[in-house]
């Protein structure tokens, strides 16, 4: 299994631009998330879905919008970048049944300048 | 969910235990304690988790107070790869709860 996989690594964008994470996990997992992580700071929830179909708010979601079409894809898109959302931004993944048991992603580092 | 308290940095040599504490002394009786970790660059790891009792895997072993109002998070043989980012999460394990990040405890093991 290839676990939860990110794309791009790396993203420079300009100030407006918007632009789509992608996400995917061949663990048959029905809850996805995204989070992200400033420095000095622990990470924080954007977006959530516990099946396909079906998404949630987070604690940071505004400037984002998810959706979840199949079971394996979560892509996060970033809809007019600002220098706020510089950040890395980690997907994870779990069972339902064991939300708190999350698998993650390598993560993607996003500068917006 | 209750706050937990973790010290910002710990130092511990290679080789030897790796005691990591956390104090949630406001949790309640269907609040879990979880831990994960956070090697640099890379996504958080689950490590473990318990409700009351003291709980162990192959990462590593979790000890809470009778009172649970703390735990402690023990790598028995810390090496070099150990050195990481470690947070202690305090939820519910029912219904749609979600993971809320600290700052953590970041763990450095000394060659």
């Known amino acids: 299994n290839a676990g939860v996989t990110q794309t791009p690594k790396f993203q420079v964008l300009k100030t407006g631009q918007s632009m789509t994470l992608q996400c995917a996990q061949d663990m048959n997992h029905e809850y996805m998330s995204w989070y992200r992580q400033d420095p000095g700071m622990g990470l924080r929830l954007i977006h959530y879905?516990?099946?396909?179909?079906?998404?949630d708010q987070g604690e940071v979601p505004n400037g984002y919008n998810v959706s979840r079409s199949t079971t394996e894809d979560f892509p996060l898109r970033l809809l007019s970048a600002a220098p706020s959302q510089t950040s890395v931004y980690f997907c994870?993944?779990?069972?339902?049944?064991?939300?708190?048991?999350?698998?993650f992603g390598p993560g993607t580092r996003l500068t917006v300048t | 969910d209750a706050k937990t308290t973790q010290p910002p940095s710990m130092d511990c040599a290679e080789g030897r235990a790796a005691n990591l504490p956390c104090n949630h002394s406001t949790i309640s009786g269907n609040e879990y304690v979880y831990w994960y970790r956070q090697i640099h660059s890379q996504g958080p790891q689950y490590i473990i988790h318990?409700?009351?009792n003291n709980e162990t895997n192959e990462m590593a072993s979790l000890i809470i107070t009778e009172d649970r109002k703390s735990s402690t998070l023990i790598l028995p043989h810390a090496t070099l790869r150990d050195t990481a980012v470690y947070y202690c999460?305090?939820?519910?394990?029912?219904?749609?709860?979600?993971?809320?990040f600290g700052t953590g405890t970041r763990l450095t093991i000394i060659p």
């Open positions: 318990g409700l009351k």
């Open positions: 999460i305090v939820i519910s394990n029912f219904g749609n709860e979600k993971l809320t």
């Open positions: 994870a993944s779990s069972y339902y049944g064991r939300v708190l048991e999350q698998y």
């Open positions: 879905s516990v099946g396909a179909g079906i998404t």
